[in-house]
């Protein structure tokens, strides 16, 4: 295409600019879309450059470096500050205290946007503590005091549950988060199964894991674990009976001897306390020590019926294995055993803090005591209803005769 005059080229131009579009330039003169902008953006650059007739003063040139300096003082301010204009007024005015030495406070505050009014504001009267704070700092010492009273074995929903029971209401995230600021961790441990293979005869299931009952002294449910005492080599069993109504520790056993003559005194201990119960089914595993001739004749003399977990399944005494791993968790997996005396002390303060202390979400956040005296106190309020009724009707039937 031959080259085009600067007149003509600026006649096109002109002629687009009034309204005409580039399909018709295009007809007229042969000019494609793409050539006819970039004469236009030429031309552009040209008013710009070349045909500016734009000069500065001295004083335009003072107010451009007032504003270069201003926008790299800004810019530093930035940078050591690690804040910006959409930052919480805290970290803003964290900002200032740290660079007030090295510029200004106003060059800080119009930098972050924050009125000097609200930062003297807020030094002088705003006080030390905000009103979270302050009620964290009353939540802490009884977070710590249920804690160390539970002897490190509650965690946040246990601390949450003592809390509410004296009217503090917190959430459990809250807790969890005083509880980090404060190092305080529960106890916790790995758990380790092994597997033994034994030869099993068919025993009668009669729980069949119907672990909720209505009533006490229906069903108890008894395992055996254990601890090792100065060595590993040297393991001691500890044997528990459980009522399943409450799922409080009735008795235990501590012996050097896992024989059926510790389960046999655990439970005549447990059936001793409880007045010697009628219609009573006691649950184990198949264990040596629970399917032995002379423990079983000892209770089918005592009229109480025998139930056996099935072979491999522990689930089937589910609540007895429960008991245990709570205890290891909080308890026996945090000490070294010197003597039967120092584990039997240490077993029993456990059961007296797991009856009367540690609450339990299957009892509606009671202790097993607090339920069994609940359900003591329900039966004695209907039985004198029950007497109130038997004698008004007694009335009204001397009434009549």
């Not at 096109?12 to 330039?25: G, L, M, R, V």
């Not at 690690?82 to 505050?109: G, R």
Request: charged share 30%.
């Amino acid at each position: 295409m031959k080259q085009l005059p600067i007149e003509n080229k600026l006649k096109i131009i002109e002629e687009y600019n009034k309204c005409k579009s580039p399909a018709i330039i295009k007809e007229k003169y042969g000019i494609s879309k793409s050539t006819l902008y970039h004469w236009i953006s030429v031309l552009n650059v040209r008013k710009a450059g070349k045909f500016s007739s734009k000069k500065y003063s001295a004083w335009d040139i003072h107010l451009m470096e007032r504003e270069l300096r201003t926008l790299r003082e800004e810019n530093q301010i930035f940078r050591e500050s690690q804040c910006s204009v959409i930052s919480p007024m805290k970290d803003k005015i964290a900002a200032i205290e740290k660079l007030k030495d090295k510029f200004s406070i106003y060059a800080i505050c119009r930098t972050l946007n924050l009125s000097k009014a609200s930062y003297y504001h807020r030094n002088k009267y705003r006080p030390e503590k905000t009103s979270y704070q302050e009620k964290d700092e009353q939540l802490k010492p009884l977070i710590k005091k249920y804690f160390e009273e539970s002897k490190e074995r509650f965690g946040s929903s246990k601390i949450k549950i003592a809390l509410n029971n004296i009217g503090i209401s917190v959430s459990q995230k809250h807790i969890d988060k005083l509880m980090k600021e404060m190092d305080l961790v529960c106890k916790q441990t790995r758990m380790r199964c092994t597997w033994a293979s034994r030869t099993y005869k068919f025993r009668r299931n009669r729980l069949k894991q119907n672990f909720t009952q209505d009533t006490p002294n229906t069903y108890w449910v008894s395992d055996i674990t254990y601890v090792p005492i100065e060595s590993h080599d040297n393991l001691y069993g500890i044997c528990v009976v459980i009522d399943l109504f409450s799922r409080k520790v009735l008795s235990f056993q501590v012996s050097e001897f896992s024989n059926t003559e510790m389960v046999w005194k655990t439970f005549d201990r447990a059936f001793n306390l409880r007045g010697c119960p009628d219609n009573l089914t006691f649950h184990s595993d198949q264990g040596v020590q629970y399917t032995a001739y002379k423990f079983r004749k000892h209770l089918r003399d005592l009229g109480v019926k025998q139930s056996f977990s099935n072979p491999g399944s522990p689930l089937d005494n589910a609540v007895a294995e429960a008991f245990f791993s709570i205890m290891k968790r909080e308890e026996l997996s945090h000490n070294f055993y010197t003597s039967k005396e120092h584990l039997e002390a240490v077993v029993a303060e456990y059961i007296d803090f797991f009856n009367n202390v540690r609450p339990h979400k299957k009892l509606k956040n009671l202790t097993p005591n607090q339920y069994e005296l609940r359900y003591i106190h329900t039966q004695q309020m209907q039985e004198d209803e029950k007497e109130k009724m038997d004698f008004i009707k007694d009335i009204l039937a001397d009434t009549a005769a």
